[in-house]
């Protein structure tokens, strides 16, 4: 188990959003949160990155516990997040945000490796190099995002609503990104709205409504769960 | 994290307060026979005109001083001493209005000495209402044409009353130069200078050339010092500018070539020094006194210096140059207090109104002050009473420091 | 017209004064996204380190600058943990309120220590140099020489190394800049120590064509502000092209409007927050 979280509880703006939840991550695994805006989604990965506190339970990386390790401590131990709505640099170049993911790799051989893996994911990047980031499509920025994430030298990326505002062409090239890391042997955790793409990459499923697990298992179980087709995949059906 | 602010705020209120005790806490002693008067001073204690006001605070307090140990002044059965509080407008308007009016109303200060423009020119009226004696070394003529009952006088020869003799003075000494600018501040005090000047070229046939105003706080004279050279002045006239200033302007004429007389007020060369190196206040004319035995300066002022030196407080400790003259501006009051035998400012005034009354003038030897004169009375008509006449020195600077020129004495 | 060289003359140090100021203070407001009011009172305590050092123990004059770095640095990590740090959540308004407080405990504290008169520096260089028809004062060289040395190590700074880097991540997104493993924290401090060294720095360079008082600094923080708003919070290059403009438009203004010349800088400005609000090199 490469990450334990362990009856997490979450204050956010003063109420409890995140109520006892627990959930874990094997090496090697896609794992996914699936959930509703406002259940608290956003909340447990901001907590796991440690930009908020837990008011209790416990995380475990590896044989560590983090949950009361800085952020900048936690990005070093191999946890990297490709945080909701991107928060690329925009007034940096590509490469700019590239190298600024790259702050903790003081090695230069090291950095140009990481370059060239993220080059070969998103080819599209090495077009647009010194181009200002700010300047590029929503799906580059995403791109960009999750490339900036892969320059910490991760051990887990943590991925919050990478569909979030995309076409839904955007949404299967990020999608079929996702499949291709994950099948380069990547261990990453997944948090969508959007629980058709979720389910359809995920190893693992876990449903998250107002702060609390309320089910999870493999994906294929989940996606033919009644309960899950009527309130998550109910577009689907109807078309 | 409202524990910070808080106590960030207890401290600032700590400083503020530390800061209150060290500019000017008062207290008087009340004993049946003796009593103590306070002298309210507010003058520029901060800032570039701060060598005139540090000046002030040091000459009134030794001339109380001086007063005390001369054995004060006994009415009756009551033996009265004198006490400076001295408050800092920083040459500000609205610090300096403040000032007056706290002590006016709060503090119950009877005699004053004001300095700046505005704030005395603001509140003589209500001085006059309150029965505050008030000596003032405003430059602005308004100051003086006050109903012939206010209670504020000039006791400094203001610039319009010493102007003709020290144009005059230049024309003689320095036939060659022909032309003057004035260099001045953009306010009241500026306007006396420039109207003065004016009416003194035209006096004593030098040409006049366009002024040059400045803003109060300017840091970069060039773009002032680059015009007026335009006009190719032989005389520059920076009187009534803060020491600072004439300091700087003195540095950017001399780094802009200027070979021509760069005249000033009551500046002292040491503080010029300081600013801006020798040979840029080399052959400058100021009013200051340079303080040299011989001739007809006093000793008294001759062993002011000294005295500031050796003087505690934390605004001592050093000499400043125009000590002397508020010393002696300080003279004439407590003057007036002993000849009127009173500590009612009525009764002061009353002395300082007689016709034919003379003061002491501490500064020269056997120095008499008077008010009004042929000269004052001729500028400010029925009120030239409330101008002092004395004598008054004109310096050169010679190797960085002050020498005389001549010293002149009003008809 | 003979004047016109010399008012370009004038332009240029006079602009360099207000680059020299403005750099720091924007560097600070563009990251923090605060107004630091006890800015000219880092550059005041720069002055005062000069004449402690040139002026009263006669020391040489590059020891100045070293000796200024260290001790306003320190004021200025003083800030950042004492003030900004704490309230970094809390808008702007309050730790703006802070520094102004600060502003007047450190005049305070330099008029109880040092007196309020105006203490004298030497100057760097002395004498002038003439161009044609102009004079160029010599002191205003250091000025001039300082102040792009300044600004060019500055430029490179933050735009060549990873610190920078860093430092311009933090500005744009904090929360993004900590998830790339960056310590918000001590990157702070890094940004206090470079505004603190270019305030120290400026504030060497301006006594020395100047004098040093307890005011000296608070004369130059409205300049400063109307340097960093004209060419764009926070940006760099907007503080080199705000001080030029300002320079040359003070420097004419007051040649030839002379004392209406405020007004005319002031207006000017207005008019450039009309038509371009984020500043002549600001971005949205």
């Given at each position: 188990m490469l990450l334990g979280v362990k009856d997490l509880k979450v204050n956010y703006k003063k109420v409890e959003a995140v109520k006892g939840v627990s959930f874990s991550v094997d090496e090697g695994t896609l794992v996914s949160i699936i959930g509703a805006n406002g259940a608290g989604k956003s909340t447990i990965l901001k907590t796991l990155s440690g930009l908020l506190r837990a008011t209790s339970g416990e995380i475990w990386f590896g044989d560590k516990r983090i949950d009361k390790t800085a952020v900048d401590k936690i990005v070093k131990m191999g946890?990297?997040?490709?945080?909701?709505?991107?928060?690329?640099?925009?007034?940096?170049?590509?490469?700019?945000?590239?190298?600024?993911?790259?702050?903790?790799?003081?090695?230069?051989?090291?950095?140009?490796?990481?370059?060239?893996?993220?080059?070969?994911?998103?080819?599209?990047?090495?077009?647009?190099?010194?181009?200002?980031?700010?300047?590029?499509?929503?799906?580059?920025?995403?791109?960009?995002?999750?490339?900036?994430?892969?320059?910490?030298?991760?051990?887990?990326?943590?991925?919050?609503?990478?569909?979030?505002?995309?076409?839904?062409?955007?949404?299967?090239?990020?999608?079929?990104?996702?499949?291709?890391?994950?099948?380069?042997?990547?261990?990453?955790?997944?948090?969508?709205?959007?629980?058709?793409?979720?389910?359809?990459?995920?190893?693992?499923?876990?449903?998250?409504?107002?702060?609390?697990?309320?089910?999870?298992?493999?994906?294929?179980?989940?996606?033919?769960?009644?309960?899950?087709?009527?309130?998550?995949?109910?577009?689907?059906?109807?078309? | 994290m409202k524990k910070g602010l808080c106590s960030f705020l207890i401290l600032l209120l700590a400083v503020t307060l530390l800061a209150g005790l060290v500019t000017g806490c008062s207290s008087s002693t009340t004993a049946s026979k003796e009593q103590v008067i306070t002298i309210g001073v507010d003058t520029p204690l901060t800032g570039g005109a701060a060598p005139w006001g540090l000046s002030e605070m040091h000459g009134v307090t030794l001339a109380a001083d001086d007063f005390n140990s001369a054995g004060g002044l006994t009415i009756g059965d009551t033996h009265y001493t004198l006490k400076v509080e001295a408050l800092d407008d920083a040459y500000d308007t609205a610090k300096a209005t403040n000032n007056i009016n706290q002590m006016a109303y709060t503090d119950g200060v009877k005699f004053m000495f004001t300095f700046q423009t505005e704030g005395s020119l603001a509140l003589a009226p209500t001085l006059t209402n309150m029965k505050i004696l008030n000596f003032t070394v405003v430059n602005d003529d308004r100051i003086i044409a006050q109903p012939a009952d206010a209670y504020t006088y000039r006791t400094y020869m203001g610039f319009s009353v010493q102007a003709n003799d020290y144009l005059a003075w230049m024309k003689k000494t320095y036939p060659n130069d022909k032309s003057i600018a004035v260099l001045t501040t953009n306010d009241t005090n500026g306007n006396v200078t420039e109207a003065s000047t004016?009416?003194?070229?035209?006096?004593?046939?030098?040409?006049?050339?366009?002024?040059?105003?400045?803003?109060?706080?300017?840091?970069?004279?060039?773009?002032?010092?680059?015009?007026?050279?335009?006009?190719?002045?032989?005389?520059?006239?920076?009187?009534?500018?803060?020491?600072?200033?004439?300091?700087?302007?003195?540095?950017?004429?001399?780094?802009?070539?200027?070979?021509?007389?760069?005249?000033?007020?009551?500046?002292?060369?040491?503080?010029?020094?300081?600013?801006?190196?020798?040979?840029?206040?080399?052959?400058?004319?100021?009013?200051?006194?340079?303080?040299?035995?011989?001739?007809?300066?006093?000793?008294?002022?001759?062993?002011?210096?000294?005295?500031?030196?050796?003087?505690s407080g934390s605004a001592w400790g050093t000499a400043y140059c125009c000590t002397w003259d508020f010393y002696s501006e300080a003279g004439i009051m407590f003057d007036a207090m002993k000849q009127a035998k009173s500590v009612d400012p009525t009764v002061v005034k009353a002395k300082i109104d007689q016709s034919g009354a003379k003061f002491n003038y501490a500064a020269i030897n056997n120095g008499i002050a008077t008010f009004g004169s042929p000269a004052s009375n001729a500028i400010f008509g029925a009120n030239g009473g409330h101008q002092v006449t004395n004598s008054w020195p004109i310096d050169i600077i010679k190797n960085g420091k002050d020498t005389i020129g001549t010293i002149i004495t009003p008809k | 017209m003979a004047q016109i060289f010399q008012v370009i003359v004038n332009a240029l140090s006079l602009s360099l004064i207000y680059i020299l100021f403005a750099t720091g203070l924007t560097l600070i407001m563009g990251i923090f996204d605060v107004c630091n009011f006890a800015y000219g009172e880092f550059v005041m305590v720069g002055g005062i380190a000069t004449y402690l050092i040139v002026a009263k123990s006669g020391l040489p004059y590059i020891v100045a600058p070293f000796a200024a770095m260290i001790i306003v640095s320190l004021i200025g990590i003083i800030f950042e943990k004492g003030i900004f740090y704490p309230m970094r959540n809390r808008g702007g308004l309050e730790p703006a309120l802070a520094t102004f407080g600060s502003s007047t405990i450190m005049q305070t504290a330099v008029l109880i220590l040092f007196g309020g008169m105006p203490l004298g520096v030497p100057s760097i260089m002395s004498g002038q140099f003439k161009i044609g028809s102009a004079y160029f004062p010599m002191d205003r060289l250091p000025i001039i020489i300082g102040g792009f040395l300044m600004i060019t190590l500055l430029f490179l700074f933050v735009q060549k190394t990873k610190l920078g880097l860093a430092i311009r991540a933090l500005q744009q997104d904090q929360d993004a800049a900590a998830l790339q493993g960056m310590n918000i924290a001590s990157i702070r401090v890094v940004v206090w120590v470079v505004a603190s060294c270019l305030a120290a720095v400026a504030g060497v360079l301006l006594s020395s064509i100047s004098y040093v008082s307890p005011t000296m600094g608070s004369g130059y923080l409205l300049k400063g502000f109307a340097v960093v708003i004209m060419g764009g919070l926070g940006s760099i290059p907007g503080a080199l092209v705000g001080g030029f403009v300002l320079g040359f438009v003070d420097s004419f203004g007051q040649t030839y409007l002379g004392s209406y010349s405020y007004m005319f800088a002031f207006a000017f400005i207005m008019l450039v927050l009309i038509v371009r609000p984020q500043g002549l090199m600001g971005k949205r």
């Open positions: 946890i990297a997040q490709v945080p909701a709505g991107r928060r690329i640099f925009p007034q940096l170049s590509v490469l700019e945000n590239l190298q600024a993911g790259a702050y903790t790799i003081s090695k230069r051989s090291e950095v140009n490796a990481l370059l060239a893996e993220v080059y070969q994911h998103f080819p599209r990047m090495k077009e647009r190099l010194n181009q200002r980031a700010g300047s590029l499509s929503g799906g580059e920025q995403q791109m960009l995002a999750i490339g900036r994430a892969m320059m910490t030298k991760p051990k887990l990326l943590v991925m919050d609503e990478p569909s979030l505002g995309l076409s839904p062409i955007m949404v299967n090239e990020i999608g079929s990104i996702i499949k291709t890391m994950k099948e380069a042997g990547r261990t990453i955790l997944l948090v969508e709205q959007n629980a058709k793409l979720a389910l359809k990459l995920a190893d693992h499923t876990y449903v998250l409504e107002l702060g609390k697990v309320v089910l999870e298992g493999k994906s294929e179980d989940i996606m033919n769960n009644p309960i899950v087709k009527k309130a998550y995949l109910g577009a689907t059906e109807s078309s | 004016k009416a003194a070229a035209a006096a004593a046939g030098l040409t006049y050339l366009a002024p040059v105003f400045y803003d109060t706080g300017t840091a970069d004279f060039s773009p002032f010092v680059t015009k007026i050279l335009n006009e190719k002045p032989d005389i520059i006239l920076t009187i009534g500018d803060p020491t600072g200033d004439v300091g700087l302007i003195a540095k950017t004429l001399n780094g802009m070539g200027f070979k021509g007389i760069h005249a000033t007020g009551i500046v002292g060369a040491a503080d010029l020094l300081k600013i801006a190196g020798q040979a840029p206040i080399e052959g400058m004319l100021t009013l200051n006194m340079p303080l040299i035995p011989g001739g007809q300066v006093s000793s008294a002022v001759l062993g002011l210096p000294a005295r500031e030196v050796a003087h | -």
